[in-house]
């Protein structure tokens, strides 16, 4: 070994710093959105009475710009700067390197211009447009060829398990994303899924919680892996550890999405998958906890002032308890109480602030100091942000398990009588309102915080004295090598290809038993002839609730619990939402369910409700939708999108594919003909408002008349 | 594989890693850009609460797939019934109003002539035939003095309790809810019709429904 030639490369760290910059002015806009949002609920004028400004808005674009435009690029610059230095390689391409932080970019800019202006496929966390998703996979493709590209040219045999970490990512994500986004455009900028009602649900929140797995999770656990050890100067605690836990975590990961669908109409059999596989993940998780606090063993007295090591013990903290409190909802009887409510909204944050925005922090101060050759400005700022963002986060975690144990107890409150102790909704919105304040303001503690690093990088990077590039050595990866005396394992991180095979089967397997038997098979929908498609002018209506993102406010699926039944009615079944495409169950009740509030109110109710809320219900927080009252509800595209459902499968009658607009001109007469008793001018026929009192109005109605008629069999037999 | 390599990097040059005495002989023999790995057994409490975790789901998918646990419907339907059997047991409670409870008795039962009956064996000493008042008010114009609407809902408590301290007996005590059932359906019914020699208007006009 001693003959051997040495090479010379350096190392693309343009591109890693590129990334940096991203990360946190991203970082800076995504945290600003979230402030906002939060402002929204407890202040309703926050609103700011403008279309492209409501919550229902601005809370996607709050969520894409935290996950992919801040997260995402802060593991595009952990996962190209490690990779890097832990193959000993030169990145594969410069050129694609190039063409991915741009194209990323541009993605995000378009995220950044379509989420206000409306443009949504309504999927929670997919919501992005066909033509922009078609960007993402290929960006995403990009970025795959060019770190498997880096493997093939790496010069050190075995992967370091940093880099297990990343290819599960890379390849989980691809297939997530474009199963999820498999859709049938309507135009330039509108499409309805291929999957409709439960299959959708099922598909969407496998993607949904697996994002959370493989875009959130994994390649910050490879981050870790890399970036503890290498700041606190520690091995890491366990090998063995890091191969368990590697394998089961890609495994039963996958299986626990349709925890998000408890108690749904979604087959029970899943449910109960989905739960015990959470309560299986719990240990694996924390054996990449295990592996990173005790990899800080004997170095804990650098971990109190090094602000690289205290980021980075907090958040794998952070990650420790978010993985436990997640098996946690994932029991049924627990999920019964916190889903819907608030509790998920803080459980969602104690992941991505305390352990994502925790880690990218520590990531920044070692990275930026590193690469601009000089050392950090100021440790004092640092000390200050990370107390202004635990204070924040606490603050905000302890709001929201108030609000959403406060709101859970209320909503299931009956008396001895056997009624709803409170049967307004309302009174369990105006309850948790003041939580809403302490929660905003500990969003404002946190992006205060994040303002404070940026300051504090800045003024770090301006005080380098320029940088002199790094060329680094080390000899050519051997290509015959003999591993007799080594374990399989070992073997294996020397072969990426069969690695990244197994990694694939591993993360296919529990996807393809849970969701592939409702796609294929009809046996999980009872067949209900009494439930029929939306009429055209109830889709331009729904199309307006998609559009203004009614559903993060609102869901539409009434679970099978007595008080639900007392407020909303008989429990959802799957027939019921078997034309729902995109489904829309929603994942928070800001406001009621709405499964079956058709019929429940007359149009005059909605017409008054919608221009201003507080008309009908007084201390109501949702938005005002005036717009709705001067728009007129897209008519053009309708006999197109009759057309693309109807190749979808949906069992439109040729009557209502030859004469779409026909129908839905005379319905909008129809419902603005009863409004003119009360004064509305028959001018208004051709807005939106109307078309949407038309969907709101259809809500629950089919399943309600199956269920009369069903009694009435019953009855004369 | 050997460190030599990573002493290429500069920045790691004189950064020495920290091996803890106890950890010496788990360390692995090769390092990734410096970074070593130590070989520590898996926690026995980690495997122990794994163990236990994974037969916990064994056994619960086992119960409630495998050998008959109730599924989600049936669950719901149990607490249906027992939350209808509270319903039941408030609503036929006297101290309780249930508008619905009241509804359906008035359908399935004559609840007219059995109101004349309650009415004419209890009320009319006070009320008069057909409510036209004597000692008690005229019942059927539109002045009430103890209600603000003529409904079932409002009149009940009125039944129920009496306004003992005016001459009204709390007829709670005395007769069935039922029979205040039957009585009610019956004044409500007499609305706006007028009995000979009816007594004058005591009390507020009333919203009429």
Redesign the interface.
């Known amino acids: 070994m001693n003959d051997v030639k040495m090479e010379r490369f350096k190392y693309d760290d343009e591109l890693t710093k590129l990334f940096i910059f991203a990360t946190v002015i991203w970082g800076f806009v995504a945290l600003l959105l979230g402030v906002t949002v939060a402002f929204q609920l407890a202040s309703w004028k926050v609103n700011m009475g403008l279309e492209w400004s409501t919550f229902g808005r601005l809370r996607p674009l709050h969520t894409n710009a935290a996950i992919f435009a801040f997260v995402g690029n802060a593991m595009f610059a952990g996962i190209y700067y490690s990779t890097q230095r832990l193959t000993k390689s030169r990145l594969f391409s410069d050129v694609l390197g190039r063409i991915h932080f741009w194209g990323w970019q541009l993605i995000i800019v378009a995220a950044a211009i379509s989420l206000p202006l409306g443009f949504t496929t309504g999927k929670e966390y997919a919501e992005l447009e066909w033509p922009i998703d078609i960007a993402i996979a290929v960006i995403w493709v990009v970025f795959a060829i060019n770190f498997f590209g880096t493997l093939v040219k790496r010069r050190e045999k075995h992967l370091y398990v940093a880099l297990w970490f990343y290819i599960a990512t890379i390849v989980t994500v691809t297939v997530l994303h474009v199963v999820n986004s498999i859709a049938f455009p309507v135009d330039f900028m509108k499409s309805y899924p291929v999957y409709a009602g439960i299959q959708d649900a099922l598909v969407q929140w496998w993607y949904g919680h697996n994002a959370v797995a493989f875009f959130l999770t994994t390649p910050f656990l490879g981050i870790m892996y890399y970036f503890i050890p290498k700041a606190a100067n520690r091995p890491v605690y366990s090998y063995r550890l890091s191969i368990i836990h590697f394998w089961s975590l890609v495994f039963l990961y996958i299986w626990a999405g349709p925890h998000h669908l408890l108690y749904t109409s979604v087959p029970d059999w899943v449910q109960t998958t989905a739960m015990v596989f959470s309560v299986m993940l719990w240990m694996p998780s924390w054996g990449g906890m295990i592996n990173g606090l005790l990899t800080l063993r004997g170095a804990w007295d650098k971990v109190r002032t090094d602000p690289v090591l205290k980021f980075m013990a907090t958040s794998v903290t952070f990650y420790g308890m978010a993985t436990f409190e997640g098996p946690l909802l994932a029991i049924k009887s627990i999920n019964g109480m916190a889903h819907y409510t608030d509790w998920i909204v803080g459980h969602v944050h104690s992941g991505t602030i305390g352990w994502n925005y925790m880690i990218i922090s520590g990531m920044l101060y070692y990275l930026v100091p590193k690469m601009w050759n000089t050392t950090l400005y100021s440790v004092k700022m640092a000390n200050a942000q990370f107390w202004l963002a635990t204070i924040g986060l606490l603050l905000y975690m302890m709001s929201m398990w108030t609000a959403g144990i406060t709101q859970a107890l209320m909503w299931r409150a009956i008396d001895e009588t056997g009624k709803l102790v409170y049967p307004n909704f309302i009174e369990t919105v105006v309850r948790i309102v003041p939580m809403y304040w302490v929660r905003a303001f500990g969003g404002v503690l946190i992006l205060a915080g994040f303002i404070l690093m940026m300051y504090n990088l800045w003024l770090t990077i301006k005080k380098s004295k320029g940088l002199e590039e790094q060329e680094y050595m080390a000899p050519a990866m051997e290509k015959v090598t003999s591993e007799v005396n080594q374990t399989a394992h070992r073997k294996l991180e020397g072969l990426p290809t069969l690695f990244t095979v197994l990694t694939t089967i591993a993360i296919l397997v529990g996807g393809i038993i849970e969701i592939t038997p409702s796609l294929i098979s009809d046996t999980f929908v009872e067949r209900d002839s009494e439930i029929k498609p939306y009429s055209p002018l109830e889709i331009a209506g729904r199309d307006i609730f998609i559009k203004e993102g009614c559903y993060v406010c609102h869901s539409q699926q009434i679970r099978p619990m007595p008080d639900e039944a007392l407020r909303y009615g008989p429990p959802s079944t799957a027939a019921e939402s078997v034309y729902d495409r995109p489904f829309q169950w929603g994942s928070r009740r800001i406001g009621p369910d709405l499964a079956r509030v058709g019929g429940k109110y007359n149009d005059m109710w909605h017409f008054r409700h919608m221009y201003d809320p507080r008309e009908v219900t007084p201390k109501s927080i949702m938005p005002e939708y005036t717009w709705l009252f001067k728009k007129k509800f897209e008519i053009k595209t309708l006999p197109k999108k009759i057309k693309v459902m109807t190749a979808l499968g949906v069992p439109y009658t040729d009557h209502q594919i030859k004469n779409t607009v026909l129908l839905a001109q005379k319905q909008a007469f129809e419902i603005t003909k009863g409004l003119n008793v009360d004064g509305v001018d028959m001018k208004m026929q051709n807005k939106e408002i109307i078309a949407l009192i038309a969907y709101l109005q259809r809500l629950g109605v089919d399943g309600a008349r199956s269920r009369e008629l069903k009694k009435q069999v019953r009855s004369e037999q | ?2 460190d030599k ?1 990573d002493k ?4 790691d040059k004189n ?6 005495e106890d ?1 010496k002989a788990l ?2 023999d ?1 390092s ?12 026995s409490w ?1 495997m122990w ?2 163990s236990a ?2 037969l ?3 056994f ?2 086992i119960f ?2 495998m050998v008959g646990g109730p ?3 049936q ?2 339907e149990k ?2 019934i ?3 059997e ?2 039941a047991i ?2 036929a409670d006297v101290s ?1 109003f ?1 508008i619905e409870h009241y509804n359906t008795w008035k359908k399935t039962n004559d609840s007219l002539k059995i109101g004349k009956e309650v009415y004419e064996e209890n009320c009319i000493s006070c009320h008069a035939e057909a409510g036209g008042g004597d000692i008690g008010p005229n019942l059927t114009d539109a002045y009430w003095i103890n209600v603000k609407e003529r409904t079932a809902t409002a009149l009940f408590p009125v039944i129920r309790d009496g306004v003992e301290d005016n001459g009204m007996p709390a007829w709670g005590e005395i007769i069935s809810k039922e029979e205040m059932y039957a009585a009610m359906a019956y004044i409500v019914s007499l609305k706006g019709t007028t009995p000979p020699e009816a007594k004058e208007a005591q009390g507020e006009k009333v919203e009429e429904f």
């Open positions: 594989m050997s390599n290429n990097d500069k920045n950064e020495k890693l920290h091996v803890l950890e360390l692995i090769h990734y850009d410096g970074i070593h790995e130590l070989n520590h057994p898996l926690p980690w609460t794994w975790t994974i916990y789901s064994i619960y998918f409630y797939h599924n989600l419907t669950e719901f607490d249906m027992r939350l209808n509270i319903k408030a609503a309780n249930d």
